[in-house]
């Protein structure tokens, strides 16, 4: 059974170091964008709850804390996916490369 799964993850998974790169680049940018998207949306609020008193503004301060809490989870989980996936990269080429050469190394060696 163990041989069958990794069977079928071997020929399930297959990627490029570019490919790796552009998925790292693209994460970062969504991340980029979500985190411009969510300063507006509070820059948008704010002038509202200029206005809040008593109970109102101390809820409304608490749900900022929350949701700049929020914010700043999913910033550290895409950003740490994107680095993951640009250290995934350097390993996969790293990786790559001394496979070629052992290649290489057969290959001269049969003649």
Same mark, same amino acid.
């Given at each position: 059974?163990? *041989?069958?799964?990794?069977?079928?993850? *071997?020929?399930?998974?297959?990627?490029?170091?570019?490919?790796?790169?552009?998925?790292? @680049?693209?994460?970062?940018?969504? =991340?980029? +964008?979500?985190? $411009?998207?969510?300063?507006?949306?509070? *820059?948008?609020?704010?002038?509202?709850? &200029?206005?809040?008193?008593? =109970? $109102?503004?101390?809820?409304?301060?608490?749900?900022?804390?929350?949701?700049?809490?929020? $914010?700043?989870?999913? @910033? @550290?989980?895409?950003? +740490?996916? *994107?680095?993951?996936?640009?250290? @995934? &990269?350097?390993?996969?080429?790293?990786? +790559?490369? &001394?496979?070629?050469? &052992?290649?290489?190394?057969?290959?001269?060696?049969?003649?």
């Amino acid at each position: 059974m163990y *041989a069958g799964v990794m069977r079928k993850m *071997a020929q399930g998974y297959r990627t490029t170091v570019e490919t790796m790169q552009a998925a790292a @680049n693209h994460t970062q940018q969504v =991340n980029q +964008d979500v985190q $411009a998207e969510l300063k507006s949306l509070m *820059a948008k609020i704010m002038p509202i709850t &200029s206005g809040f008193k008593g =109970n $109102a503004a101390t809820s409304f301060i608490q749900l900022q804390q929350r949701w700049d809490e929020a $914010a700043t989870r999913l @910033n @550290n989980a895409l950003a +740490d996916i *994107a680095e993951g996936i640009r250290q @995934n &990269s350097t390993t996969y080429q790293t990786s +790559d490369e &001394s496979v070629s050469e &052992s290649f290489r190394g057969i290959g001269g060696a049969l003649g």
